[in-house]
């Protein structure tokens, strides 16, 4: 793709963000104006770095996320061109989109698997490996149960994948082979990682606490928003250790250092505590799960 073509591409897609800036609601308005405000800098699409379109990406008709789903081919699409490191405008391969050919326009920088870590500009992909497993709470439809109800039976998510901060991911796969020096029966097990905004707004509502759900408050929002909180436990031949609490129990059982649990939960708390601490990460006393990087990045919208 010539310079000039992409330069065209770029205001077309600028003019997009503009119109759904208009009409987008004030929660996520600041971060849509952000978006517009890169895309209004202007500047030659980079393409330093490059990486596949994963097979279930949604191309982005705008900012805001407003997709339409696309057939990826089989083999490689490669992704060729990045605004601002966040959003592909062009790929090899032409994609089927609801029977329409499209070689360009904007998809997610969480979209494509990138093909060095390091290089991922916001978010990259960690994939289920030996000693980590993957299984997003909040892909699922229990979220935030007690003995008697569930706050949400929807999805929060389309997939289940882990994605962080490209620091973050690189901490976690640290601790994972920590994990697995130290016992290799065991692994992480990721619950939550990169949370979207508009999921944290949803969540806020419905839990109303931010002992336990972060208050989603521009423009830092959480440390899932920004791509560098984890929410996990360990896991021995496809069990979870026991925590004394389960995932998201919102009870005083759930602090790391509650008297009322066990020796053996408490030993187990400590190790993953331990593992990640070394790792990098900061502990939350209240969640014997939440870890974070102290690092600071910019909260993200991106549909999961
Ligand atoms: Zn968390």
Not at 26 to 32: D, F, L, M, V
């Amino acid at each position: 793709m010539g310079i000039n073509h992409a330069a065209r591409l770029l205001r077309l897609a600028a003019t997009c963000v503009f119109i759904t800036v208009a009409a987008c609601s004030t929660s996520t308005e600041r971060i849509a104006s952000a978006t517009q405000r890169e895309a209004d800098a202007g500047g030659a699409p980079t393409d330093a770095t490059r990486g596949e379109l994963l097979r279930d990406s949604a191309l982005f008709l705008n900012a805001r996320g407003r997709d339409t789903r696309c057939t990826v081919p089989p083999g490689p699409v490669v992704v060729r061109a990045f605004v601002h490191a966040r959003y592909a405008v062009a790929w090899s391969t032409p994609l089927n989109c609801g029977g329409t050919r499209v070689t360009s326009g904007w998809v997610s920088a969480a979209d494509v698997d990138y093909q060095d870590a390091a290089l991922a500009p916001l978010l990259t992909r960690v994939a289920p490996s030996p000693s980590m497993g993957v299984n997003m709470a909040y892909a699922g439809n229990k979220i935030f149960c007690d003995e008697s109800a569930c706050k949400i039976a929807e999805p929060l998510y389309g997939k289940n994948r882990c994605y962080l901060a490209p620091a973050a991911a690189m901490a976690l796969q640290s601790a994972a082979a920590a994990i697995a020096r130290s016992d290799l029966s065991l692994r992480l097990l990721l619950l939550d990682c990169y949370r979207p905004v508009d999921v944290q707004i949803e969540m806020f509502k419905r839990v109303n606490d931010p002992v336990w759900v972060a208050r989603p408050t521009a423009p830092r929002f959480g440390g899932h928003n920004r791509g560098v909180a984890i929410d996990l436990t360990l896991e021995r031949n496809g069990a979870m250790l026991d925590m004394g609490s389960p995932f998201d129990a919102f009870s005083t059982l759930s602090n790391y250092d509650s008297k009322v649990v066990s020796a053996a939960a408490h030993a187990n708390r400590t190790l993953l505590r331990d593992t990640l601490i070394a790792a990098g990460f900061k502990p939350y006393d209240a969640e014997w799960w939440h870890f974070y990087l102290p690092i600071e990045t910019r909260a993200m919208n991106f549909p999961l």
